[in-house]
């Protein structure tokens, strides 16, 4: 069995080849930017609470790609919903093998800054913010390149943290899992040892039991069966919805556990609820088929529903 990356390597460069014998291809992967929709009232969502969140995921900032240009089209794009929040779900550098390199962090933090709504711009980190940063990669505090790109920003980043938001109707939790795939070098009992960022328990101890409904973005959706019912609905990218899908059929998709099955879209267990986004940017080979670049607007508490 190939591993995801040999396996997207032979059906992007299959791709490829018929790259110049169809416009649709290059459009799709480069041009167009879908807006996917969803409008949920999740368990015990508050009659009187109303948000329209726009959520953007695995920019995979890298030149001639993505660079600033067609990042800002897409923060144009994401403003132009008007929505009451922001929210990143990580993989802001590249990890693309057929590039002319990463777009500065100073770069694509600038178009970032320019996102704008009420309740502010929050953000995660993905496993390529780890994974294309080896410095960040060896240590437990960073320093992290995509972090403080944020946070110059003026982004708000979370790391297994919550935080109580209030809005002018009431208010929710907004918590943010630290990266699954990333991870650091320590020492316990005396031996070197390689240990995940992610802490779900100790990010939701931090939500007290006030009744506020809660969010959670997690770069991957893996974590979603561990998810407690105190979280009303996960938010997560990464999958970029198989990124090359013909036919409706998706070869590759990543996982970290071989017990999941989250690709893309609207998942509901029990009284939780995930929603995966196919992401705007592109991993390993510049090329999407069947999976159009997206953002979302998530409208929760009582909105109808289109897509």
């Known amino acids: 069995?190939?591993?995801?990356?040999?396996?997207?390597?032979?059906?992007?460069?299959?791709?490829?080849?018929?790259?110049?014998?169809?416009?649709?291809?290059?459009?799709?992967?480069?041009?167009?930017?879908?807006?996917?929709?969803?409008?949920?009232?999740?368990?015990?969502?508050?009659?009187?609470?109303?948000?329209?969140?726009?959520?953007?995921?695995?920019?995979?900032?890298?030149?001639?790609?993505?660079?600033?240009?067609?990042?800002r089209r897409i923060v144009n794009a994401m403003n132009a919903l008007q929505p009451d929040i922001h929210l990143l779900l990580g993989d802001y550098l590249s990890g693309m093998e057929l590039s002319f390199g990463q777009v500065a962090p100073e770069d694509w933090g600038a178009e970032l800054a320019r996102l704008n709504a009420p309740l502010g711009v929050h953000a995660v980190l993905g496993n390529h913010d780890w994974a294309d940063d080896p410095i960040a990669e060896q240590t437990e505090d960073g320093p992290s390149t995509a972090r403080q790109a944020l946070q110059d920003a003026g982004i708000a980043v979370y790391e297994n943290d919550a935080r109580r938001i209030e809005t002018d109707k009431s208010a929710f939790w907004l918590a943010g899992l630290g990266d699954q795939m990333g991870r650091y070098r320590t020492v316990v009992n005396g031996k070197a040892r390689s240990v995940s960022r992610d802490d779900l328990p100790g990010t939701v101890a931090q939500i007290d039991d006030d009744g506020a409904p809660a969010l959670l973005m997690a770069h991957e959706p893996d974590i979603f069966p561990d998810v407690p019912?105190?979280?009303?609905?996960?938010?997560?990218?990464?999958?970029?919805?198989?990124?090359?899908?013909?036919?409706?059929?998706?070869?590759?998709?990543?996982?970290?556990?071989?017990?999941?099955?989250?690709?893309?879209?609207?998942?509901?267990?029990?009284e939780r609820d995930l929603i995966v986004t196919g992401g705007v940017g592109c991993s390993i080979l510049p090329i999407r088929i069947g999976m159009a670049p997206e953002i979302v607007l998530l409208e929760l508490g009582g909105a109808s529903a289109t897509s």
Not at 36 to 55: E, F, H, K, N, Q
Not at 240 to 247: L, N, T
């Open 229 to 270: 019912d105190r979280i009303g609905v996960t938010l997560s990218g990464h999958t970029h919805g198989g990124q090359i899908v013909p036919f409706g059929w998706a070869p590759v998709v990543p996982r970290i556990r071989r017990d999941t099955h989250y690709r893309y879209g609207h998942y509901r267990e029990g």
């Open 1 to 71: 069995m190939p591993s995801r990356r040999a396996a997207m390597k032979i059906l992007g460069g299959a791709a490829l080849a018929g790259l110049a014998a169809t416009s649709a291809v290059a459009a799709e992967t480069f041009v167009r930017l879908r807006i996917a929709r969803y409008a949920l009232t999740p368990a015990g969502w508050p009659s009187d609470l109303r948000l329209r969140a726009v959520i953007m995921s695995d920019l995979h900032a890298s030149l001639p790609w993505m660079g600033p240009a067609r990042i």
